[in-house]
Every structure is written in structure tokens, then in C-alpha cells.
């Protein structure tokens, strides 16, 4: 697991799956966004996956390796919290179960 800052500004993290001395490779890239929350003053931590799983072939979704120019990015050596690697396994799953209380999901791309 890996965490850097992508050419926007926005903190990433993922499994590295190579690395050279120009490009970094990695697997199932997820976007972490901290926001305060103005009513509370809390921090909200939102996470977001760069491509979701579902919408990947079924019979590729290993294939979601995405490569980064280290001249673009800014590369961490932080160890994140098991409450966040347990976070992205779950946007990472093939089939996430959404809690009972959730509304139904309409699957748009469902044949």
C-alpha cells in the first residue's frame, strides 16, 4: 500500500505494483478527499475509487493498473490506519453489500 499526492493535489492510495525511477504503477487507485463539515466542525473522510469495479469486464477487473510520472506526484512513506486500508479493500470488493437501510441501487450497466 502506498500513498502520494497526484498531479492535482489530491491524495491517493493503492497497492504499488512497479516502480522505476520515472513512473510508478498502481493497483485499484482510490482518491481520499478530507473535508470539514461546516455544520459540525468535524472532518469527513470520503473515498472514491479512480474507475469503479463494476464497471470493469468481469473477466478483466485485475486489469486496473494505472501508471504515474514521478516527476508529477509527491510519494509518502506514511502507514495508514487499518480503518483506511479496511475502507479501500471495500470500495476495491467485486460485489460491496450496501447496508438494509440503504435505498436500492439501479444497476445501469447490468445486461
Known sequence: MITFIDQIGRVVIG???SETDTQL??????????NPNQET??????????IFVEFLDKEHRDKNNW???????????????????NQYNNINSVKPQPPA?????I???ES
Open 101 to 105: 437501510s440503504e435505498p436500492e441501487v
Open 41 to 50: 466542525g468535524q472532518i469527513q473522510v470520503q473515498s472514491f475509487p479512480y
Open 107 to 109: 444497476k445501469l450497466f
Open 67 to 85: 501508471i504515474f510520472n514521478k516527476s508529477n506526484i509527491v510519494i509518502s512513506d506514511v502507514v495508514l490506519d487499518a480503518a483506511i486500508i
Open 25 to 34: 504503477t498502481i493497483n485499484n487507485p482510490v482518491i481520499v478527499y478530507v
Open 15 to 17: 497497492n504499488k505494483v
